[in-house]
């Protein structure tokens, strides 16, 4: 079995690398790199760190090949969203100056299960409740709470109402 080795760093040069690196997680791989250094085997490390040994020896391979840069995680492309970047375009001028009315939505404002549905209609896209809002709040729009409005309140009396309860005097319970 091939011994693991860091030739071209110290112990040394390593815990200073550990020490002025913000990413934790790099961090994380070259505190395991100076176990190497030290004289740990990849089957030691496994034990203490709780990774598989090849991980700590593609981490060995990587920090020689490229340096720090090579402990760092790489871009991982994940899943294509449904909808394209036109498309949430759209969707973010719609929400922005229109109203669920115009759409004949039986509503003044829009909502997170609103949307969804706008979107299921106008792009054949479904999606949950919570991607809804994941969504929105990519488009930089946040949750407001909507406050009642009484039109057939009256104004004057409100005001009277209001005035009355700052005479109100103490109550002590």
Sequence with gaps: MQKLSIPNFTVKQLETLLTTNPDYIVGMRIMALIQ???GMTSRQLEEFYYRSHSRYCEWVKNFNLSGVQGLKNKHRSGRKPLLT????ATLFDVLKNNRPEDFNFNSATWSGP???EYIKKVYG????????YNILKALGFTFQKARGKYPEADPIQQAQF???????????Y
């Excluded at 970047?85 to 949430?88: E, G, L, S, T, W």
């Design 114 to 116: 609103l949307v969804g």
């Design 162 to 172: 209001i005035e009355s309860l700052k005479k109100t005097p103490d109550r002590t």
């Design 36 to 38: 190497v250094k030290k």
């Design 125 to 132: 896209v479904e999606y949950k409740k919570a991607q809804i």
């Design 85 to 88: 970047d036109q498309q949430r």
